[in-house]
């Protein structure tokens, strides 16, 4: 066979082929015409913020759009935080061409605590998973672990330690950052071991030279950058501050977003938290010198490890007179490590590298960072944001927090979110600061 006639007889196979296959394809989409269709479920969960007395409950509806019975099986299964499987349950289901049902569950029988549920529909053409979260009196949550003997006095000498520091305040205006009614400076101050830290200073623009302003201190976010925050509310100053190792304040520790967290972690008198803890005490302290400041009005927000460090600092330092911590991690550490791999992952891998450290030396000195045990020494209000499936901050941990809380507090939950918070959060924590500083 000549090399024109073997490519011609190639071409025509090729040709037959792709025929072959386009009709295929036809009579597939013809065969999945009469079937096609779709199931679509919603899980309602039976109280407004997932919170229980004694029996969680929910309400599981169902609708079938294919053309034949779909009949198989739903079933939950309840976990605990840490993954333990505590109940699990299933029922069949028969769904008639293009049919709905509703299905009510009922779980009894748990003790005090967060839980997470997995509702799974598995019948003829669909299967899914729907993940949820609930807690039952959470209100009684207390962790089993105390505060170091000697808390209350490493924390009193850490403060010596930083009041020993000369805070060689620098205050530089930004004309060029400057904007919607308001004038940017950058911060610059030594805080503890001599480290300079930064934040930016943004003020309202006044006309009336004696008016002095309420303090948000802005805290940051795990390796986060704090730029200026400007905000609308021409009664407020905000002090954006970022910590050592963060944002504009990475000097001296520059290190990458894995390493920070166990900078120093061997030695609680050498860890980063206890430096970072004492930034925001520094930062106080600066807005204490300024005379265009309400030294009686700050406010300490966050989220996350902004949370956190609001916590940390409100509780040893009562110059902040109003608290709001959203999603704030590292409460209650030693019934966290089960439940979350940020950051116990970084830190055991860390561990690993250092002969002569183990894990339990490093949760012997974390304990002096637990942000429980700072709550428990907070005197102003407090408010507290979770979300009920946050991996990072998980529920139970921030509501033992929140227990730990003696002055006035609230607590807005967020059901269906993961360590983040809603919009109602922010609107809320705005009124109540207004009302408290009396800004009106």
Request: glycine letters at 8%; proline letters at 4%.
């Amino acid at each position: 066979m000549s090399l024109i006639m073997m490519l011609r007889f190639t071409n025509k196979l090729l040709a037959i082929a792709c025929f072959l296959l386009m009709l295929a394809g036809t009579q597939q989409v013809f065969a999945q015409s009469d079937d096609s269709g779709t199931v679509n479920t919603i899980v309602t969960t039976n109280s407004n913020d997932g919170i229980f007395s004694s029996t969680a409950s929910y309400t599981f509806e169902v609708k079938s759009t294919y053309n034949t019975i779909q009949q198989g099986h739903i079933k939950y299964v309840v976990t605990t935080e840490a993954g333990k499987k505590m109940k699990a349950d299933s029922i069949r289901v028969k769904l008639a061409k293009q049919g709905s049902a509703t299905y009510n569950f009922s779980i009894p029988g748990l003790k005090s605590g967060f839980y997470k549920i997995n509702f799974m529909i598995n019948v003829t053409d669909y299967d899914d998973t729907t993940r949820k979260a609930f807690g039952i009196r959470p209100e009684e949550l207390r962790s089993q672990y105390g505060k170091p003997a000697d808390f209350e006095a490493f924390w009193t000498k850490t403060r010596q330690e930083l009041d020993n520091v000369k805070p060689e305040f620098k205050v530089t205006e930004m004309p060029d950052s400057s904007r919607d009614g308001r004038k940017v400076f950058l911060v610059e101050m030594k805080s503890l071991g001599g480290i300079t830290i930064r934040g930016w200073l943004t003020e309202p623009s006044s006309k009336n030279k004696n008016k002095k302003f309420a303090v948000m201190l802005g805290l940051p976010g795990y390796q986060v950058d704090l730029k200026p925050l400007y905000g609308k509310d021409p009664d407020i100053a905000i002090l954006s501050l970022n910590i050592r190792g963060q944002g504009n304040s990475r000097d001296v520790i520059n290190v990458r977003r894995e390493t920070y967290i166990t900078l120093g972690i061997e030695d609680k008198n050498k860890y980063v938290l206890r430096g970072a803890i004492m930034d925001c005490i520094r930062a106080v302290d600066f807005i204490c010198t300024r005379p265009e400041l309400r030294h009686d009005n700050i406010l300490a927000v966050g989220g996350s490890l902004g949370g956190y460090l609001s916590i940390a600092t409100s509780g040893l330092d009562k110059r902040i007179s109003f608290c709001s911590a959203a999603n704030p991690i590292l409460s209650d550490i030693r019934n966290l490590v089960p439940e979350v791999d940020w950051p116990f992952n970084d830190i055991k891998r860390y561990v690993n590298t250092r002969p002569g450290l183990t894990f339990e030396k490093v949760l012997d000195n974390m304990d002096y960072f637990d942000a429980k045990n700072f709550a428990s020494d907070i005197k102003c209000p407090t408010l507290v944001g979770l979300g009920m499936v946050d991996n990072i901050a998980p529920p139970n941990t921030v509501y033992t927090l929140y227990n730990g809380i003696p002055s006035q507090k609230h607590l807005i939950i967020f059901r269906d979110l993961g360590h983040e918070i809603g919009k109602k959060y922010v609107v809320y924590e705005g009124r109540w600061m207004r009302d408290t500083f009396a800004l009106f």
